[in-house]
């Protein structure tokens, strides 16, 4: 990768790799951590659009988290995940201002699911005239089951880099995305019984 013009376009940034941002920081860390912002800031501000409902917060979380990470002295050592933190910390961030304000809205504006066993599970029930029912029970599971689901069928992240936003285990990923569906589709069948369930 050859030195960057000073004026990056996030589709040039999206073509360099963690390994290549790290090197750069070595000789120019205000240069590294715009390439990540520009890099990282679009998906960051979905994910958290996702999560707050509301894209002036979107925007002011996703602010935060790059000033954050501009203050985390591990940000570029070498076996820094950096993708991986800046999503736990917007997660966090966005989660703790969902519970803050303590508003009841619906946490998904859309839930684009592309598992397609799964997806062909909801066709009876995920339609124009239910989409409300089912923001709504998205809204009712855990902050665990409803992250999870987000970051699968909303950000189309990787079980891998699930695993790593949630600092959790690949297999934990797996079964905790199962368990989360499911509930999903028992809240959808009317069964409300399991959704304070971890």
Request: charged residues 35%; hydrophobic residues 40%.
């Amino acid at each position: 990768m050859t030195t960057p013009l000073r004026l990056v376009t996030p589709a040039q940034a999206d073509r360099w790799s963690e390994t290549e941002i790290k090197e750069l920081a070595r000789q120019d860390p205000k240069m590294a951590m715009d390439i990540i912002i520009r890099k990282h800031r679009e998906r960051l501000f979905w994910h958290a659009s996702g999560i707050v409902k509301d894209s002036q917060e979107a925007y002011d979380m996703v602010q935060e988290v790059f000033i954050r990470a501009m203050r985390e002295t591990r940000f570029f050592d070498e076996e820094f995940r950096m993708k991986a933190w800046l999503f736990r910390v917007t997660s966090n961030l966005c989660f703790n201002l969902v519970r803050d304000r303590r508003r009841r809205g619906a946490i998904l504006e859309t839930v684009p699911f592309q598992d397609r066993a799964f997806a062909d599970q909801l066709d009876g029930i995920y339609n124009s005239e239910r989409r409300t029912e089912v923001m709504s029970a998205i809204d009712k599971m855990t902050d665990d089951h409803r992250e999870i689901l987000i970051l699968r069928y909303y950000d189309d992240l990787s079980y891998a880099e699930i695993a790593e936003v949630l600092d959790i285990k690949l297999g934990t990923v797996m079964s905790r995305l199962s368990r989360a569906r499911g509930r999903l589709l028992e809240v959808m069948n009317g069964d409300t019984s399991l959704m304070t369930d971890a």
